[in-house]
């Protein structure tokens, strides 16, 4: 089977300085006088990984063990400092409510608009538009600035958009905590669908409840190096054990 | 690296267009004087241009609203574009966090929104022309030359202004301050011949200098710029555009720490 994802050896270090110096002045003063220290933290250490096509793979750890920046790694938002990221395929990651949305424009312009974010043309969008629609369940809203809506509908428009695109890898991050309780029933039987249609996802998520009812895979990742790796059953419980020590 | 991101700008073009729209109905869609609203700001400024320096200080130009304005609209289209971009990256920090985007695109979006402002202003203008100004003559169709000129410098400037911008809040504040003496080194809304000699050599190492006058020249004496000064203009734009998108492309893969 082939991997979709590949980490070799890869390394993330953040460079900032001491004190944080938000301003052209500041810097220009303290390093003249050479008072700008900088601290270096690494959040992902030597991470090797490989995730088969097809895989839906949960990550967990505690906040701050690095598991977003896993995620833009993949989703090539940021470039490892050492190692190499292999992505093979297309990349859709499901934004959060309202990222990539304007809230002047109306809900079938923010189809577009949100459609191109993602690397769609319009052409595309149009055979998909009905679809969208049905599944957001706007309705007579499609023609509506964005501003009217409820946070509900923004957080159904986004969902409906981003998987109506065709694509091989999806990036799930804490995200099927929104809407009411029928979307995310509707929402989770999508992601089931497309883990049966063979699509790889990667998730991230607190919800171990959901972890071990959707993924087959899980990563456990602690101060920016995995603890644990492989199937749900082995590697979940190595984190709740960790997670009861810890009280 | 360089050549990466204007590929992928190709395949986002879609994107280009929908932010290109989006600012544009953004911008209309709320206001009753719709498009109209393009042309009120440049004609308040006329006004009070005309009234400071051709009633109150007498430089005595012939046709001085006509002369003002082909340099002005295009100034703003300058201080327009390069403000609106040093905010770019920041304004998208959300999407950028989640989405690869080839991040120069929304540079090219704003300028791109802005010439269509830019487009619309110079209708008032073409009419003045013809009625006040030397008609329509054929020179006006070398006017795409130093538009295109303006654009590439204009797109190297905001470069610099969007990456520096991620890593200091105040680069925008400082850039505000000077764009106002920037301006007026400019001969815009001044004739050249009041400008003393020996400060002509100072005046003449300022890009814009060339610009403006390659812009205004078939517009407000109906022949063409010098041709020195279209080269000089068009080096020092493309000179400017590459420092621009080498210095941008330096520092966009550690933008995602700092937005």
């Given amino acids: ?247 | 690296m360089i050549k990466e991101e204007f590929l992928q700008l190709l395949h986002y073009k879609d994107l280009l267009i929908n932010l290109v729209l989006r600012d544009l109905t953004v911008r209309y869609k709320r206001s009753v004087l719709g498009f109209a609203w393009t042309m009120v700001h440049p004609l308040i400024n006329t006004v009070v241009f005309t009234v400071v320096f051709s009633t109150i200080f007498r430089f005595g130009i012939k046709d001085f609203v006509i002369y003002f304005l082909s340099g002005y609209q295009l100034w703003l289209l300058f201080s327009q574009t390069t403000t609106l971009s040093s905010r770019c990256i920041i304004t998208n920090s959300q999407l950028l966090k989640k989405v690869y985007l080839p991040k120069t695109i929304f540079v090219f979006s704003i300028l791109l929104s802005e010439l269509v402002n830019f487009a619309l202003s110079m209708l008032p203008l073409l009419v003045l022309v013809m009625i006040i100004g030397n008609g329509l003559s054929l020179a006006l169709l070398f006017l795409p030359i130093p538009l295109i000129i303006m654009s590439i410098f204009t797109l190297g400037i905001s470069f610099i202004l969007a990456a520096a911008t991620v890593f200091f809040n105040d680069i925008m504040d400082i850039y505000q301050l000077l764009l106002m003496p920037w301006m007026y080194l400019t001969p815009i809304v001044y004739p050249l011949d009041i400008v003393p000699a020996k400060f002509l050599p100072i005046l003449k190492l300022n890009p814009m200098y060339y610009i403006i006058d390659c812009f205004r020249t078939p517009i407000y004496l109906g022949h063409l710029p010098d041709l020195m000064n279209v080269v000089l203009a068009g080096l020092s734009a493309l000179a400017i555009f590459i420092v621009g998108i080498v210095l941008f492309s330096k520092w966009a893969d550690d933008f995602i720490y700092y937005i």
Avoid at chain 1, 157 to 171: N, Q
């Fill in chain 1, 1 to 247: 089977m082939q991997s979709k994802i590949i980490f070799q050896d890869v390394s993330v270090r953040y460079r900032l300085p001491k004190e944080r110096i938000r301003t052209f002045k500041e810097f220009a003063i303290k390093s003249f006088w050479r008072q700008v220290e900088y601290e270096e933290f690494w959040v992902l250490r030597n991470i090797n990984l490989q995730i088969d096509s097809g895989t839906m793979i949960g990550i967990v750890g505690r906040n701050g063990a690095g598991k977003s920046t896993l995620l833009k790694l993949a989703a090539r938002v940021m470039k490892p400092v050492k190692g190499q990221v292999q992505v093979n395929g297309k990349v859709t990651p499901l934004l959060e409510l309202g990222a990539g949305f304007d809230f002047e424009l109306t809900g079938q312009e923010n189809i577009y608009l949100f459609g191109s974010i993602l690397g769609i043309s319009r052409r595309e969008m149009n055979h998909r538009m009905a679809k969208i629609i049905d599944f957001s369940g706007l309705g007579d809203f499609v023609d509506s600035p964005l501003r009217t809506f409820s946070s509900g509908m923004v957080a159904r428009l986004g969902f409906a958009v981003a998987t109506a695109v065709d694509t091989d890898i999806l990036l799930l991050d804490e995200i099927l905590a929104v809407g009411d309780a029928g979307f995310q029933k509707k929402s989770l039987d999508v992601i089931k669908n497309f883990h049966r249609s063979g699509m790889t996802i990667l998730f991230v998520s607190h919800d171990l409840g959901q972890i071990r009812s959707l993924c087959d895979q899980v990563i456990w990742i602690e101060g920016g190096e995995i603890r644990a790796c492989g199937e749900t059953p082995k590697a979940l419980p190595q984190y709740e054990a960790f997670l009861n020590g810890q009280g």
